[in-house]
């Protein structure tokens, strides 16, 4: 069975920073990128971060760059989003996912999802 299960959400204080990971099993995980998307209420899902398979090329949205670093560990199944100078606007639920080879911020290049982690950023 794919799984892929996100960690490390919580609320944290504007300017504050969190490390979200994801776990991933049942699939070969070398052979796939793995992105960072997060929904706002209200909002639609948006791709912020991913990083492609053997090369680890990776991809920011803007509104992330220079405050966010994504990172995987192929030997533990794992990508990690370490987010610094947090900010009010990116309280979001999180989710990672898994697909293709080669970095992508579309949702519909991604095969496999998470359930998502709640991110709160108070002021």
């Known amino acids: 069975e794919v799984q892929l299960v996100e960690s490390g959400g919580g609320l944290v204080q504007t300017g504050g920073s969190l490390r979200l990971s994801c776990a991933a099993s049942?699939?070969?995980?070398?052979?796939?990128?793995i992105g960072w998307f997060r929904q706002a209420p209200g909002k639609e899902r948006e791709g912020i971060s991913c990083i492609s398979t053997k090369h680890g090329d990776t991809y920011y949205a803007d509104s992330v760059k220079g405050r966010f670093t994504i990172s995987r560990d192929n030997a533990k199944n794992t990508v990690y989003l370490q987010m610094n100078s947090l900010k009010s606007e990116d309280t979001a639920v999180y989710y990672c996912?898994?697909?293709?080879?080669?970095?992508?911020?579309?949702?519909?290049?991604?095969?496999?999802w998470g359930q998502g982690t709640q991110v709160t950023v108070s002021s």
């Open positions: 049942g699939f070969s995980f070398d052979d796939y990128a």
């Open positions: 996912a898994a697909g293709g080879y080669a970095v992508s911020n579309y949702k519909s290049d991604y095969d496999y």
